[in-house]
């Protein structure tokens, strides 16, 4: 019997609410909101880091921070870089006898210039090329890259150290490889992941057809977007931004504007499954590594617990196998490699930590999980202030627990004098996390309590 295919497409920096399947009527997105009806779509996924290099270490091997060794973005001057010895989804896919892929952005492997590479692959600043092997953890085709943002003249590397470099919108040129990939695979059993870059910053590079597309279009300005003295998340290490009421609508039009493009390709991806008659064999998952602030509570980026940040889109379908509908049970991002495995009957790894949710997928069945959320120090800049680049002093930064309703955050900060801050969050009925309550003695709330004891467990359980 034939085994599943696997197509696991992941944008970068792309909140929840950016998709018309969330009630959004402001963005466009057919392509993605068909695909949904047709779906299981978890409203409640987690970006278990949420920051680009810690969260995708994370969905490849369904382990934390501290276990895969991306605690942070994977940077010029840092040793942060994924285990080489860590068993991820590829390399169990790959003995399983898939044919294997990986398109687009990587950001998992230590950047050149910190290896003298540079001149041989052409790498600079954070980007970097990963040599065949087990770098590439049982990804066999490979047209990827590091950290690159020039989405409008990217590059890529593949069998060897030479670059690739392309005049295309990134996201439709990575749409064609993977489509070519499609087509040359179609009567094998194959796993293909595409990452896509945008919507990540910058946003002024977006094709001008998708920016037509919202021509005069007036955006909500929700409640908890405060547009003065704006930081990149809460780390404070660049200077403040101010933005005026038109910078903002221009803000969230080219962020909407690159969300519709990815929309786009998402659905040439789509078409190209059903033309090649796969569709219904092939497990179609599609998700983001985490969101975006976009000025929510006066921040910008991600690296935060707030909703903005945290809040995934996760929609997976695979023919008429899996409950279609949505699904209030917690995913986190740890949860997906297991699940997936579990889904197509191949051995979980003993090294992972999240919790296989194959039943939930299958029945539609609520469940008690509950989404474990770390950050660390992510700014260089905040680290050498702080001089706490050492793998084993990562007691910084903060700590969430989310579960259907609340949020509990214990926030230590990136400043030794930082005093420690606990807030619990009501997301049911202060959904916009305006209000939160400020915990000063634990004792004094059964809730804090309940949360902050089973943080403790996490803590001791994982390191």
């Not at 892929?101 to 041989?120: F, M």
């Not at 390709?265 to 599609?286: A, H, Q, S």
Request: charged fraction near 30%.
């Amino acid at each position: 019997m034939k085994k599943p295919n696997l197509l696991f497409l992941f944008a970068d920096q792309w909140r929840r609410d950016a998709i018309g399947a969330s009630g959004n009527n402001e963005i466009i997105t057919p392509n993605m909101d068909e695909f949904v009806r047709e779906s299981l779509y978890m409203e409640n996924a987690y970006s278990t880091s949420p920051l680009c290099s810690p969260n995708r270490a994370s969905i490849l091997s369904g382990c934390f921070p501290r276990k895969t060794g991306v605690w942070t973005n994977c940077k010029e001057g840092l040793d942060v870089k994924l285990d080489e010895n860590l068993e991820t989804i590829g390399d169990v896919l790959k003995k399983s006898g898939y044919s294997t892929g990986y398109i687009g952005k990587w950001h998992l492997d230590e950047p050149d210039t910190n290896n003298n590479l540079s001149d041989k692959t052409g790498a600079r600043d954070w980007d970097a090329y990963t040599p065949p092997g087990e770098k590439r953890h049982g990804f066999d085709f490979w047209y990827s890259y590091g950290a690159y943002d020039n989405h409008l003249k990217p590059h890529y590397w593949s069998s060897d150290e030479k670059m690739i470099e392309i005049d295309k919108w990134s996201v439709e040129h990575e749409t064609d490889i993977a489509i070519d990939f499609l087509e040359e695979n179609k009567e094998k059993e194959f796993a293909l992941f595409v990452s896509w870059n945008p919507p990540h910053t910058p946003l002024d590079l977006v094709p001008e057809k998708y920016i037509k597309m919202y021509e005069n279009k007036k955006f909500t300005v929700q409640k908890n977007v405060k547009l003065k003295d704006v930081t990149d998340h809460t780390e404070s290490v660049i200077p403040k931004l101010n933005f005026s009421d038109e910078k903002y609508q221009e803000t969230v039009k080219k962020y909407y504007s690159a969300v519709t493009g990815v929309d786009e390709n998402f659905g040439r991806v789509i078409n190209k499954l059903k033309e090649l008659r796969v569709y219904d064999e092939t497990i179609v998952v599609l998700t983001a590594d985490h969101g975006e602030m976009l000025c929510s509570h006066g921040l910008w980026s991600k690296h935060v617990w707030f909703e903005e940040s945290v809040g995934i889109p996760f929609i997976i379908r695979w023919g008429k196998k899996l409950f279609c509908g949505k699904s209030k049970s917690i995913l986190n991002s740890v949860d997906m490699m297991p699940t997936l495995l579990s889904l197509m009957q191949l051995p979980i790894p003993s090294s992972v930590q999240g919790m296989d949710l194959k039943e939930v997928l299958i029945t539609g069945l609520e469940n008690d999980n509950e989404a474990i959320m770390t950050c660390y120090p992510g700014q260089i800049q905040a680290i050498n202030k702080f001089k706490r680049a050492e793998k084993n002093n990562l007691d910084f930064g903060w700590r969430a627990i989310r579960d259907k309703k609340y949020t509990y955050v214990i926030n230590r900060g990136y400043s030794p004098e930082k005093i420690t801050e606990r807030w619990l969050y009501d997301n049911e009925n202060d959904p916009l996390q305006i209000n939160p309550q400020k915990i000063e003695k634990i004792e004094n709330s059964e809730r804090a309590k309940y949360f902050e004891d089973k943080l403790r467990i996490w803590e001791e359980k994982n390191g």
